[in-house]
């Protein structure tokens, strides 16, 4: 069976309320009654008490006071008799008294008996009270006074009717007071389920109001994290499903035209469709093509591998300025071929904390990248240490990047000049993405610097040994 959790609500509020008006009311009418019942008591003890006093200061016999005592009672329906040591009543009638030997011992001792209820020795159920009468230090009887409880308990009914009302307004109150409760949080919960149904379908826009207030209000703020999360995650997901698409169009593109090249020759030659003065010469392209996809395999190898942390560094302290130096001497003969000057600028007794073969590779590709952008230009080698760190700089003269593709750069197969035809430099586009890479590797980091038409510059930042002495 389903029951709506407003219901539930409502029925566990109205449950708890009525058990514990119940347990009060008991409570309550249970003290009501002692306390009626002990008042009672006390009043009678008091007039008792009274009535002893009284006839000790009597000359005349104490009949006039017990007269006047009588009067007042009555008034009050409050009877009294004064038995003797015998058990004999001596006014206002005679006959004997109907006392149990307990309760002739307590008075005889000296001690008050009160009795709140009985209902058995006398007309009438009353409360009575029985005082020792003393003279001369000798016990000569008592006194009873006793008074119906009828009158009692009509006020105790009374008091228990007051009682049923504030209750009965009380329940008519918290009900209403429940189901408002109830209705705040059983909508802020359906505000809950709509919006997960909403997530369930795809919208990730949704947001909920939170707050510390409560548990539900907590409840909400973590469901709007979770949102924020998953649309950033699905955002991720579908940038990296274009980056796949755009990378098997690159791939494609890369790998179409050197096997357009091969195939065409191979059938040139297969054909004798080739000058024998010309086959020399295709076979070289068919070799520089060949190479070309190996470099490209290589290349996309060795991106996964870095991405993966698959590679594994060995750093030492290395001489800053011998690996810019060996950068110059690599590179200088293609810097010649586009009139391009590499200089070196390094300040003494710079050092270098890093792995050597990788320092080379991250080097040798961005000013690779310098010279292929630059003509008749200078490419700058600056190394110089920092505050726990140290700083390579490498600073060309080229025709520099636009605003828009400079944080694009790093982006595996991204080229800023989109025309794949007429590029012959940096290949593949995977370049600077596998420096960025490394760079993150050495704990290091690495920004760029670029103005259209003033040059580019590149600053690398890495940590120094902190384990060193």
Do not use: C
Request: glycine residues 6%; without cysteine.
């Amino acid at each position: 069976m389903r029951i709506k959790y407003i219901y539930q609500q409502i029925i566990s509020h109205i449950s708890i309320l009525v058990v514990a008006f119940l347990v009060l009311s008991i409570l309550f009418t249970h003290y009501v009654e002692t306390l009626v019942y002990t008042n009672k008591a006390d009043e009678l003890t008091e007039y008792g008490e009274n009535i002893v006093h009284d006839l000790e200061r009597s000359r005349n016999g104490g009949e006039q006071v017990l007269d006047e005592y009588n009067h007042v009672l009555s008034g009050r329906n409050i009877q009294y008799m004064i038995f003797d040591e015998s058990r004999r009543i001596v006014y206002p009638t005679g006959g004997r008294i109907l006392l149990k030997d307990e309760e002739w011992n307590k008075i005889r001792s000296g001690q008050t008996v009160t009795v709140k209820q009985e209902r058995n020795r006398f007309e009438q159920a009353v409360t009575f009270v029985l005082l020792p009468y003393f003279q001369h230090g000798s016990f000569i009887g008592g006194i009873l006074l006793t008074s119906p409880i009828s009158g009692s308990r009509e006020m105790i009914s009374q008091i228990n009717q007051y009682l049923w009302y504030a209750v009965l307004a009380a329940l008519i109150v918290s009900i209403i007071l429940s189901w408002v409760l109830s209705k705040v949080h059983v909508n802020r919960i359906k505000r809950l389920q709509e919006a997960t149904s909403l997530v369930s379908a795809g919208d990730y826009s949704i947001k909920l109001p939170s707050s510390n207030f409560d548990e539900i209000g907590e409840l909400a703020e973590d469901f709007n994290e979770m949102v924020q999360k998953l649309h950033e995650s699905n955002e991720e997901i579908e940038s990296l499903e274009n980056r796949r698409r755009q990378f098997m169009a690159d791939v494609s593109h890369e790998l179409r035209t050197p096997l357009t090249t091969i195939n065409g020759v191979i059938q040139g030659l297969k054909n004798n469709m080739i000058p024998d003065e010309e086959k020399e010469k295709s076979i070289s392209l068919v070799s520089k093509e060949t190479n070309r996809l190996i470099r490209l395999v290589n290349e996309n190898l060795d991106y996964e591998k870095i991405r993966s942390n698959q590679v594994k560094l060995i750093k030492t302290e290395i001489e800053l300025v011998e690996v810019l130096e060996i950068i110059k001497d690599q590179l200088e003969l293609l810097a010649e071929k586009k009139q391009n000057q590499i200089r070196v600028d390094v300040e003494e007794n710079v050092m270098i904390y890093a792995d050597y073969d990788r320092i080379i590779q991250i080097l040798i590709n961005i000013t690779k990248n310098s010279i292929q952008f630059t003509q008749n230009g200078i490419i700058t080698l600056r190394g110089l240490a920092g505050y726990e760190e140290t700083i390579i700089e490498i600073e060309d003269t080229g025709i520099g990047i636009d605003p828009e593709d400079v944080e694009n750069i790093w982006r595996r197969f991204y080229k800023a000049d989109l025309s794949r035809t007429t590029n012959p430099y940096g290949e593949f586009g995977l370049g600077l993405s596998i420096v960025k890479k490394l760079v993150q590797l050495h704990d290091g980091e690495i920004n760029v610097f670029s103005e259209k038409g003033k040059g580019t510059k590149f600053i690398i930042r890495f940590p120094k040994n902190h384990l060193k002495k």
